[in-house]
């Protein structure tokens, strides 16, 4: 069965250090993936999608992500976190465009001061 | 530009009430609608998609039913509420080019305690 799996439930990273989330998605075929966030009540907002091409993908808030095939990965970076940081993510794969999004169970990202 | 509205923002619930919550969205027409339910400190739960008026379909059998009377509005209910229906419910949109894969939006999102 199509899975998006996020080992990490939850990380503690200190200001200003770097951050990997980490995601994996099952299937053969590459699907479209995406990364979200989510701050305490509120919902989700999109941080980038990737679709094809550059498997290095930019997105909202200083975020980056990296698209491995050969991994079956899509894991989320920032170089530097900031206190506002601190949220839950989640990671989702589409595998077709008719196909629903299958989300990842989240990974909450705490923030060291 | 598109917006997404969920409301209310906050609902409690006695055990057997009534539920309807609401969701439109505004700039963009004939979008796919989905309900998806957060439990707490758990990962989201696909509830509903419509990919048009009065076309719904469930995702898991449950004690809610989802209607879309009009284009841009859809609603979730339960005639009687559960203790196990308490959560977080995200109402999200995304496009229907069918051509392509269209980027799931999210709203505000509702949290339910049920008593």
């Known amino acids: 069965a199509q899975s998006v799996t996020q080992p990490d439930i939850h990380i503690t990273v200190s200001e200003g250090a770097s951050l990997e989330l980490r995601c994996n998605y099952s299937y053969g075929a590459t699907p479209y993936l995406f990364w979200y966030v989510q701050s305490p009540g509120q919902g989700l907002q999109l941080l980038l999608k990737y679709f094809s091409g550059d498997t290095l993908v930019q997105g909202i808030k200083g975020f980056e992500a990296e698209f491995k095939r050969s991994q079956s990965s899509f894991n989320l970076r920032k170089p530097s976190v900031h206190w506002s940081d601190a949220a839950e993510y989640f990671c989702a794969a589409q595998y077709s465009s008719a196909s629903k999004i299958i989300f990842g169970s989240g990974t909450r990202l705490s923030i060291r001061p | 530009s598109q917006t997404i509205h969920q409301w209310p923002a906050t609902l409690v619930q006695p055990v057997g009430s009534p539920l309807s919550l609401e969701c439109t969205v505004e700039?963009?027409?004939?979008?796919?609608l989905y309900w998806y339910r957060q439990a707490a400190g758990r990962g989201l739960q696909l509830l509903f998609y419509s990919i048009g008026i009065g076309q719904i379909s469930s995702e898991v059998p449950q004690n809610l039913s989802a209607s879309r009377p009009q284009d841009r509005q859809f609603i979730l209910s339960s005639k009687k509420l559960l203790l196990s229906d308490s959560g977080f419910y995200l109402c999200a949109w995304s496009g229907s080019s069918g051509g392509s894969t269209d980027t799931q939006y999210f709203g505000p999102g509702t949290r339910l305690t049920v008593l």
């Open positions: 700039g963009t027409s004939n979008p796919n």
